[in-house]
């Protein structure tokens, strides 16, 4: 009843108890690093040539120490001391039987936590089983056990349901066994099942007064010789064969009992508790504000698209300019989106401040103010918030004339101004005089009177001083122009008017370019924003660490610990329950 060639067998598991006690001793070396799991050290597989042990695992009460009394073929006396209906079987015994070693296990479902105990640790020290119910069939939680052996415990290929007492007055065999295999559920056609009468197998050893014919009889119907053919097929492999598929399942054991005694208690549970808890709280604030960011950076890119839509339509066919009104909406609402953008970005950093004020006080540090990395820095000290808004309109001024001129592209001019510096000679310079030819010019520049005297001439420095002023208001307009790129660019167009595609190409132009500008904002967006959060989540991770150290350091040891444990129960899986 052996398939295939033991000689095959035993080369397959020679490879198979290498790779098990090679991981075993792995194992080792990972349990031994921790006192929560140096115990288990010694339950792990080891080298062992000793015989086979097979387990009698049943209830009390189903006839195992009168099977082992039956394979043993014992005497009278040798059987009554054996043999008792009390539970008495406290401790898993030993019984060598045809150069294997039958072990009585104490009895399961006898109400004694204890037996139930010694009989699971028998389970697990074994090599096979021989499972042993009686004519009256396994009830709920026997089935529940039986099943557990086969699958769990990986018993399914080395094991035996022995059905016993099946002699019984009113027992029809067929029926009983029917309903096994129902019980048995995936298993029947894996698992062997023996009927026998181990009563039945001792009388006709030991009666005296049966005939021949009668005792040769009851030897047949009692089943236990077919038992002991179907335990010596089980273990034909020998050591080699049997074992290492035990033990692998034995380390899959030991290594799901190693990951239990990480399960933390007392006082690193309630350390590990509030690490976790502010590590949410401080989660929850982050995502908060990163969904804010999420939403108003496509709120900023979805205002940039729109106004390129705009623009586009709004070219004009008859000379290709867009209209100085369209183009001042257009800037006016960027600009605006910008700044609604900022505000609900400072609030959501506010709010996720507030929050964590709330669990945890005054340690919790308040965010840097947000600056937005797409804005310049704002003009020159001394200048009133009222007068730097007259010069920017007189820069915009200035820019809008240049835009219905079509002299050049406006954005690249402001971007020109703001990086050329302030000196003699710089663009910056050059416009300073400009604007200081006019009255309203000169009331602009000449805030304080620290750049020009009554006679609008500059005062010594004072050129310098206003052209810094024109670098600064250059730059903080720098973003919005870029963004205006195309409406500005019109010379080639209005030149080119006689060639009707000339328009059309231009609204394409300008949609692409606002479809551009609306992408790099909102990544630049996410990027500045999620770096001025993530600098302040640091800061409040810092003042916060008190609380969180102790629980961080533990949970950090067990969850190395646990990766490791983790790895090699994937490991072990693999040798106990190979693919296919």
Do not use: C
Request: proline share 4%; glycine share 8%; hydrophobic share 40%.
């Amino acid at each position: 009843m052996v398939d295939g060639n033991p000689a095959g067998v035993t080369e397959s598991a020679g490879g198979l108890n290498t790779r098990v006690l090679a991981l075993s001793a792995r194992a080792e070396r990972l349990l031994s690093a921790h006192a929560r799991t140096r115990g288990l050290v010694a339950n792990l597989p080891q080298a062992d040539a000793s015989p086979l042990r097979i387990a009698l695992l049943g209830p009390y009460s189903a006839g195992k120490s009168m099977l082992i009394a039956a394979l043993l073929r014992l005497p009278s006396a040798a059987v009554d001391e054996l043999v008792d209906a009390a539970p008495k079987t406290h401790e898993p015994t030993p019984y060598p039987w045809n150069d294997v070693t039958l072990v009585d296990l104490p009895g399961t479902l006898s109400g004694n936590d204890e037996h139930s105990g010694a009989a699971r640790l028998g389970v697990r020290g074994a090599d096979a089983l021989m499972i042993v119910t009686t004519s009256e069939l396994p009830g709920e939680a026997e089935t529940a056990a039986i099943v557990e052996a086969l699958d769990t415990d990986g018993f399914a290929d080395r094991s035996v349901v022995v059905v016993n007492k099946m002699n019984a007055e009113n027992s029809d065999r067929d029926v009983i066994l029917d309903e096994i295999r129902k019980r048995l559920g995936p298993f029947a056609d894996r698992v062997p099942i023996v009927p026998t009468d181990a009563r039945d197998h001792i009388d006709a050893i030991n009666d005296p007064d049966l005939s021949a014919d009668h005792r040769d009889l009851l030897f047949a119907e009692s089943g236990v010789d077919a038992l002991a053919d179907e335990l010596r097929r089980m273990v034909a492999p020998g050591v080699g064969g049997v074992r290492p598929k035990a033990q692998a399942f034995e380390l899959l054991r030991v290594l799901t009992d190693a990951e239990r005694h990480w399960e933390l208690d007392g006082e690193e549970l309630r350390a590990a508790e509030t690490t976790k808890k502010v590590e949410e709280s401080i989660s929850r604030a982050k995502q908060g504000v990163l969904l804010t960011l999420e939403r108003e950076r496509e709120v900023v890119a979805s205002v940039i698209r729109a106004a390129g839509s705009k623009s586009a339509a709004g070219v004009s066919e008859k000379d290709g300019v867009v209209p100085t009104g369209i183009a001042r909406d257009v800037e006016e609402a960027l600009a605006r989106t910008m700044t609604e953008f900022d505000t609900k970005f400072s609030s959501s950093m506010r709010a996720a401040f507030e929050a964590l004020v709330a669990e945890y006080g005054t340690e919790v540090p308040e965010p840097e103010a947000w600056v937005n990395d797409l804005d310049s820095p704002e003009t020159a000290a001394g200048v009133s918030p009222d007068g730097a808004s007259r010069f920017e309109g007189a820069v915009r001024e200035v820019a809008e004339k240049g835009m219905k001129a079509g002299a050049r592209r406006i954005h690249e001019w402001i971007g020109n101004v703001a990086a050329g510096g302030s000196e003699q000679g710089s663009l910056a310079s050059d416009i300073a005089t400009r604007i200081n030819g006019t009255a309203v010019g000169q009331k602009v520049l000449n805030i304080g009177k620290k750049v020009s005297g009554e006679t609008g001439k500059f005062k010594p420095w004072g050129r310098g001083k206003a052209a810094e002023k024109v670098a600064d208001t250059a730059g903080k307009a720098q973003w919005v122009m870029a963004v205006m790129g195309p409406l500005i660019d019109l010379t080639g167009v209005a030149h080119d008017w006689d060639e009707r595609k000339k328009l059309n190409g231009h609204r394409d132009t300008i949609r692409r370019h606002f479809e551009e500008e609306a992408l790099r904002t909102r990544n630049a967006l996410d990027d500045s924003g999620t770096r001025h959060l993530d600098e302040w989540i640091v800061e409040v991770e810092r003042s916060l660490s008190g609380l969180t150290n102790r629980g961080a350091e533990i949970s950090a040891e067990r969850e190395t610990a646990l990766r490791g444990i983790q790895s090699l129960r994937a490991e072990a899986a693999t040798l106990a329950r190979p693919a296919g």
